[in-house]
């Protein structure tokens, strides 16, 4: 049992599936044997094949009480088939829904794959007709029977011709698999999204269906699909590395041309669509998954060419999807463009963190392996922060020591501390010392009983100067590492995960960061925190045996409290069960749990929608 001090609230009394108990706790290490993540929950987070739940299901609240104003879905985007898959981040996209109504303490669930390309192809052939982040293409989903090292050495050839070719004639391209974010849209429905272009997708937030297939072309080119043949409607110049949309008429597959700012048509027929996106942005092959919203209502992100290009950095609208480029910001190594994950936004400067971790674009090509899944790490080049004018009027690129993140937290303007009359630029999020946890998310890592510890990752605050005392950009400089923001960097297991906050606070000076923690030993992330920043302290929410989700930050409606609202986190227990805990914004005290009858996988991300 973990040590309780004296700075935390009392532990709160709710029960998990197998009857665990959530704490709000201390000191972020164990005796061991209740830090690890059982084995039942392994088994069911990294399943073999989720369980749909098409038709809503009812779901219990099993402890405490809803709070009477949550009335709304939280929705969650991850892997939920992991057959044949080497990484977390391989598995095909699976949605999950829960709604609930806290007037009548009451919730249901729902869960579907998404309808891709991708998926389709794996369940009808058995193999993975894409490469997935660290699976390549052809890998069968199931065990193979032994074969003789000759028939293994002539598949190994095959495998690296096959995609050697498919990739230079664009026959093949990236995957749709759009695992990864879901963001709402004014439309009401919800954008999934993955690191291919291709993996763009609209959603039903009702039914979780896939409506839509967004495919993005340029002017004056006409899109072509993966198999080659020509499709209508407008679209792309190139079709390299791009599967675009199937043909109009093709099974399955109706076209709808995006026009003027009309919202997104759903399929009369129930067939899937292609939303076909004619815009003056340059081809591209992969972008973010994390596009952010900004103050006018229009969203932000960048995509990116390979190789041979750069940071396309755009704004897009979110009613037509159509983008317009406002910086272009060219790879300092063309031939290996280095993978960036997520930015931060402040009202009115994006940032772009490039750490110098280097794609192989050989072995992401034949589908070899590199130190770092399909990437090698450069240390000495250091890192580039990009800071980017969201009017376009503006790049400035700052030198950083080389670190290795994946996810933000918040980021503001503010007076500067050392310079008198000066505005400087603040950015939080998780840092890690190299791109280690890269290989930690190996399904062999994370499978691994007890496993080797997961690699530590700090909450920390890059500061860089904007405007000097006239008003004048400031830069480019060379930065200070980040700083520490807590005391106690121990005190949360030295691992920050997909940190959240009240985004009624985006770009603005805030106090309380959420995020997924560590209680050591473990070789996952096992346990949710609370960061005051103000106080420079963390509190821990942990489940014995179990493993949380990203929290989701839902603030009351109407309030101006920063820590007035609730957490959302998707819970798998000790006993393999799933359920959602629902916890006070600012202490983690459990408030209430909702126990789900299905079986909720490994989670990325998701969003709260307010009904």
């Known amino acids: 049992m973990l040590k309780r001090y004296s700075a935390t609230p009392a532990a709160a009394s709710a029960t998990g599936g197998a009857g665990e108990r959530g704490q709000v706790a201390g000191p972020a290490t164990g005796s061991g044997s209740s830090t690890h993540v059982s084995e039942a929950a392994r088994q069911a987070v990294f399943a073999p094949a989720t369980a749909e739940q098409v038709t809503e299901a009812a779901a219990q609240v099993v402890s405490g009480r809803l709070p009477s104003w949550l009335r709304g879905s939280l929705l969650l985007n991850g892997c939920g088939d992991f057959?044949?898959?080497?990484?977390?981040?391989?598995?095909?996209?699976?949605?999950?829904?829960?709604?609930?109504?806290?007037?009548?303490?009451?919730?249901?669930?729902?869960?579907?794959?998404?309808?891709?390309?991708?998926?389709?192809?794996?369940?009808?052939?058995?193999?993975?007709?894409?490469?997935?982040?660290?699976?390549?293409?052809?890998?069968?989903?199931?065990?193979?029977?032994?074969?003789?090292?000759?028939?293994?050495?002539?598949?190994?050839?095959?495998?690296?011709?096959?995609?050697?070719?498919?990739?230079?004639?664009?026959?093949?391209?990236?995957?749709?698999?759009?695992?990864?974010?879901?963001?709402?849209?004014?439309?009401?429905?919800?954008?999934?999204?993955?690191?291919?272009?291709?993996?763009?997708?609209?959603?039903?937030?009702?039914?979780?269906?896939?409506?839509?297939?967004?495919?993005?072309?340029?002017?004056?080119?006409?899109?072509?699909?993966?198999?080659?043949?020509?499709?209508?409607?407008?679209?792309?110049?190139?079709?390299?590395?791009?599967?675009?949309?199937?043909?109009?008429?093709?099974?399955?597959?109706?076209?709808?041309?995006?026009?003027?700012?009309?919202?997104?048509?759903?399929?009369?027929?129930?067939?899937?669509?292609?939303?076909?996106?004619?815009?003056?942005?340059?081809?591209?092959?992969?972008?973010?998954?994390?596009?952010?919203?900004?103050?006018?209502?229009?969203?932000?992100?960048?995509?990116?060419?390979?190789?041979?290009?750069?940071?396309?950095?755009?704004?897009?609208?979110?009613?037509?999807?159509?983008?317009?480029?406002?910086?272009?910001?060219?790879?300092?190594?063309?031939?290996?463009?280095?993978?960036?994950?997520?930015?931060?936004?402040?009202?009115?400067?994006?940032?772009?963190?490039?750490?110098?971790?280097?794609?192989?674009?050989?072995?992401?090509?034949?589908?070899?392996?590199?130190?770092?899944v399909f990437m090698d790490w450069r240390p000495e080049a250091g890192t580039r922060v990009h800071v980017i004018a969201l009017d376009g009027s503006r790049v400035v690129t700052h030198t950083a020591p080389a670190l290795f993140t994946f996810h933000f937290s918040n980021a503001f303007e503010r007076p500067s501390a050392s310079s008198p009359g000066a505005t400087e630029l603040c950015v939080d999020f998780s840092v890690y010392d190299d791109p280690a946890i890269l290989n930690d998310l190996s399904l062999k890592e994370m499978m691994d009983m007890p496993g080797k510890d997961i690699s530590p990752s700090r909450l920390r605050r890059l500061t860089m100067p904007l405007r000097d005392a006239a008003g004048k950009p400031a830069g480019p400089a060379r930065l200070d590492a980040p700083a520490p923001l807590l005391r106690d960097e121990s005190a949360y297991g030295n691992f920050v995960e997909f940190p959240a906050f009240n985004t009624k606070f985006a770009g603005l000076p805030y106090r309380y960061c959420y995020s997924t923690a560590a209680v050591r030993p473990t070789n996952m992330g096992n346990a949710l925190a609370v960061h005051d920043l103000q106080e420079g302290t963390s509190r821990l929410w942990h489940s014995p045996g179990g493993m949380p989700a990203e929290p989701c930050f839902v603030p009351r409606p109407g309030s101006s409290d920063e820590a007035d609202g609730v957490v959302l986190a998707a819970?798998?227990?000790?006993?393999?069960?799933?359920?959602?805990?629902?916890?006070?914004?600012?202490?983690?005290?459990?408030?209430?749990?909702?126990?789900?009858?299905?079986?909720?996988?490994?989670?990325?991300?998701?969003?709260?929608?307010?009904?």
């Not at 039914?207 to 004056?220: D, E, R």
């Not at 983690?588 to 990325?604: D, M």
Request: one cysteine or more.
């Open 83 to 372: 057959r044949g898959m080497q990484h977390l981040f391989d598995g095909y996209a699976c949605l999950s829904r829960v709604r609930l109504d806290g007037q009548d303490n009451r919730a249901w669930v729902s869960q579907r794959f998404l309808d891709t390309d991708a998926y389709r192809s794996y369940r009808t052939t058995g193999r993975l007709k894409y490469r997935e982040f660290g699976t390549p293409a052809g890998t069968p989903a199931g065990p193979q029977p032994e074969s003789s090292l000759l028939l293994r050495l002539l598949r190994s050839v095959f495998n690296t011709a096959y995609g050697v070719v498919v990739t230079l004639t664009g026959r093949q391209g990236f995957s749709d698999n759009a695992s990864v974010t879901l963001t709402a849209l004014p439309s009401g429905q919800l954008l999934a999204l993955s690191e291919p272009t291709a993996a763009t997708y609209l959603v039903d937030p009702n039914t979780l269906a896939a409506t839509h297939h967004v495919v993005y072309g340029n002017k004056g080119g006409s899109a072509r699909d993966s198999s080659g043949s020509g499709s209508s409607g407008g679209g792309s110049g190139s079709s390299k590395g791009r599967p675009a949309a199937p043909e109009a008429g093709a099974a399955g597959v109706e076209v709808a041309v995006a026009g003027g700012a009309g919202a997104v048509r759903s399929a009369s027929s129930g067939r899937l669509q292609v939303f076909r996106v004619v815009d003056d942005m340059v081809h591209s092959d992969i972008q973010t998954a994390h596009i952010k919203p900004i103050p006018d209502g229009r969203l932000v992100n960048f995509s990116r060419s390979l190789p041979f290009g750069g940071y396309h950095v755009y704004v897009q609208d979110p009613a037509s999807l159509r983008r317009t480029q406002i910086a272009f910001i060219r790879d300092r190594d063309p031939l290996a463009p280095c993978w960036v994950h997520d930015m931060a936004v402040t009202r009115t400067h994006l940032v772009v963190v490039e750490a110098p971790l280097h794609m192989n674009l050989t072995a992401l090509m034949v589908g070899s392996s590199r130190q770092y």
């Open 571 to 611: 819970v798998v227990g000790a006993d393999g069960g799933s359920s959602v805990v629902v916890l006070e914004g600012g202490s983690l005290q459990e408030l209430a749990r909702v126990k789900l009858p299905v079986t909720v996988p490994y989670r990325f991300h998701g969003t709260f929608v307010q009904q």
